[in-house]
């Protein structure tokens, strides 16, 4: 690929055809998709089906993040960022030069704020999950995500599966981020450097929680912890993770599936405690042996459904992951 000036200020039209100078592929452009600190991309058709296009004149961009995706395809079970299909130049009329680009999958499915707006704050959990299962698998190859955000997040299915659709931000462990958003960025709300590691990433998804239950994104205002901590005790659904999410925001985990076990024995804990009821008033005109009978009748079927309703839970839990297991290896 030739190493060119770095200028993103051009477009492609819908209809375009896109031929690469060394494989000889064609790919008809349909439409943008999106921009960023490195490029242009956009949905392609080709004699496979839809693909998603990225073009640039960064050419060390582009290389570095070709990089990334051949790493995550070694990465079994991941499905953090979309397969690698062709990486080419190609001839821009206009500009009279070679552009490079690749070619990646084309990932349909929600976004992951307007996924959870639709369906509810219980699928948080289960995509936040399996997020940490694959950064789990990332971390493990020497590499961390960086750039993390609903943004990047796409809901495909069924079954319900997280998917990435940028992996412009992912940096080698040890090295400085090289892309990040603010407010997914623990730099920025002063708990963290911006050096890639395993708990930077774990900031993000922290914050990304935040996000799904706040989906206006909110500004820092004087100190981002006191902040932050104050958000999550005006929420529920934060107030019931706060153990989880204070470890993740004060970098206190070292590895995703550290978080990932605590988040699923806190899930276990709210279910159990939503199932706990309060004895009833006993009536004092009733017999006291028959007062206390109906209690001990009472708190053995309370004691059964709390026994049954944990065991559906973790079997749908199990389920849940066996879809997503499976899913992956075929």
């Not at 039209?13 to 008809?28: D, F, L």
């Not at 704050?121 to 299962?133: A, P, S």
């Amino acid at each position: 690929m030739m190493n060119i000036s770095m200028n993103n200020n051009f477009n492609i039209s819908s209809g375009t055809i896109i031929k690469g100078k060394w494989h000889g592929n064609c790919y008809r452009i349909i439409n943008i998709l999106g921009s960023g600190a490195i490029g242009h991309v956009y949905l392609a058709e080709c004699r496979h089906g839809k693909v998603a296009l990225k073009l640039s004149e960064n050419s060390m961009g582009i290389t570095s993040e070709v990089n990334v995706l051949k790493c995550l395809a070694k990465v079994q079970g991941s499905s953090l960022g979309p397969s690698l299909v062709d990486v080419d130049d190609y001839f821009h009329p206009e500009l009279q030069k070679h552009i490079p680009f690749y070619v990646m999958e084309y990932i349909k499915g929600e976004h992951f704020i307007q996924f959870i707006e639709n369906r509810g704050t219980e699928w948080i959990d289960i995509l936040i999950l399996q997020l940490l299962t694959n950064l789990a698998e990332l971390h493990r190859f020497g590499w961390v995500f960086g750039d993390l955000k609903p943004d990047n997040l796409i809901v495909t299915f069924p079954p319900p599966k997280i998917r990435c659709i940028d992996v412009g931000g992912t940096t080698r462990i040890g090295r400085s981020i090289k892309e990040f958003t603010e407010f997914f960025d623990r730099g920025h709300w002063e708990l963290g450097i911006r050096k890639a590691e395993p708990s930077y990433d774990l900031f993000a998804v922290a914050m990304i929680i935040f996000n799904a239950v706040y989906p206006k994104r909110f500004k820092k205002i004087g100190k981002g912890k006191d902040q932050l901590l104050q958000l999550m005790n005006s929420h529920s659904f934060l107030q019931q993770r706060k153990s989880v999410l204070t470890k993740a925001l004060l970098g206190s985990y070292t590895s995703a599936l550290e978080m990932k076990e605590d988040l699923l024995k806190t899930i276990v804990a709210n279910r159990n405690l939503r199932n706990v009821s309060y004895p009833l008033r006993v009536n004092k005109s009733q017999p006291q042996s028959y007062s206390k009978n109906r209690k001990q009748v009472k708190k053995k079927k309370r004691r059964k459904r709390f026994f049954l309703e944990t065991f559906l839970l973790l079997i749908c839990l199990a389920l849940l992951y066996s879809f997503y297991i499976l899913t992956n290896l075929l």
